[in-house]
């Protein structure tokens, strides 16, 4: 479906993002990932090419939030590739649930920057830098969303929003590059990853699977499907579909909400903003 695509991956160095990069790569499509952590994005990179026999990933370090630094990016990737087909904005950090009851305006206003900066800027400036490219290839975004891109609960309000306004990016983009390039994303739902968060709240050391370590074994309270041991391999086949030129040749503005049956079964409980 995407054999010889050649594909860039933003956040690859890690988690989901160096998951949808060893996924794409044992289906035949070449792969730059790109990542802020250069020893992660190296070391994923010989991984994956190890893995699949060939030298078909391409680690490269840069920050989504600054356009240059993205545009050096892109020319190294052209220069060894050629050409893109699917890009996949994937780089986040996630504000670790903090409740605007648990922040002053000073901390909320830090924190909201870089989480935004990072979720909804950095994807926004990787689609700038390389549209043109998918213009010519008629190829595809596919950005990564959360459930916390359609209900409460998946992070606290400036990581929710943040999600939300991706979504936004992914129907406004695909209305303003069709019918050339098709714009989709994935919501995808809590899993295993070094996920952190904003220096700005001191978070920037933590993992999302230390939270996940902390949570009863056997299921997730209000998530069907998903539990505790979820790993982001089994998140990787939406996004191939959607980039595939075949099987996804029709599709634009669409999201795959895999929410592992949050709509199905909606909260447990609330968050006890009752008891303040
Ligand atoms: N882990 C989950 O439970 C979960 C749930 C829903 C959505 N997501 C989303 O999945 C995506 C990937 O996160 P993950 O869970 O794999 O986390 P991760 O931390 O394992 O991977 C994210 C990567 O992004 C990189 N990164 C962070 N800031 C960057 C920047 N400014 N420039 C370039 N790279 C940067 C990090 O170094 C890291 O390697 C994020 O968009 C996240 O919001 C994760």
């Given at each position: ?9 933003t956040g ?22 790109l990542d802020i952590n ?23 370090t840069a920050d989504v939030r600054n356009p240059d630094s993205l545009h050096q990016a ?15 904005p994937n780089a986040g950090i ?16 830090a924190?909201f920057d870089e989480i935004m900066s990072i979720n909804v800027k950095g994807y926004l400036l990787t689609v700038e830098a ?32 943040s ?35 904003p220096v700005a709240?001191?978070?920037q ?72």
């Amino acid at each position: 479906m995407v054999e010889g695509q050649a594909v860039f991956i933003t956040g690859a160095g890690s988690g989901l993002g160096k998951a949808l990069a060893m996924r794409f790569a044992q289906e035949g499509a070449r792969v730059s990932i790109l990542d802020i952590n250069k020893e992660r994005v190296t070391e994923a990179a010989e991984e994956i090419n190890n893995s699949v026999g060939d030298d078909r990933v391409l680690p490269l370090t840069a920050d989504v939030r600054n356009p240059d630094s993205l545009h050096q990016a892109v020319d190294a990737h052209l220069e060894q590739f050629g050409s893109i087909d699917t890009v996949i904005p994937n780089a986040g950090i996630w504000d670790y649930n903090r409740s605007i009851t648990r922040m002053g305006g000073e901390e909320i206003a830090a924190l909201f920057d870089e989480i935004m900066s990072i979720n909804v800027k950095g994807y926004l400036l990787t689609v700038e830098a390389t549209w043109r490219e998918l213009l010519k290839s008629r190829g595809s975004v596919v950005m990564t969303l959360s459930n916390a891109a359609y209900y409460a609960a998946g992070g606290g309000v400036s990581y929710t929003a943040s999600k939300f306004a991706a979504r936004g990016m992914v129907i406004q983009l695909a209305y303003e590059l069709a019918p050339k390039v098709r714009v989709n994303g994935v919501a995808v739902g809590g899993m295993r990853t070094n996920l952190s968060g904003p220096v700005a709240g001191g978070l920037q050391e933590r993992k999302f699977s230390d939270v996940m370590d902390k949570r009863p074994e056997g299921g997730n309270p209000y998530i069907p499907l998903h539990d505790v041991s979820t790993q982001p391999e089994t998140f990787t086949g939406p996004y191939v579909m959607l980039a595939s030129k075949s099987d996804g040749a029709n599709i634009t503005g669409h999201i795959v909400n895999i929410d592992g049956g949050i709509a199905a079964r909606g909260f447990a409980n609330s968050a006890g903003g009752d008891s303040l």
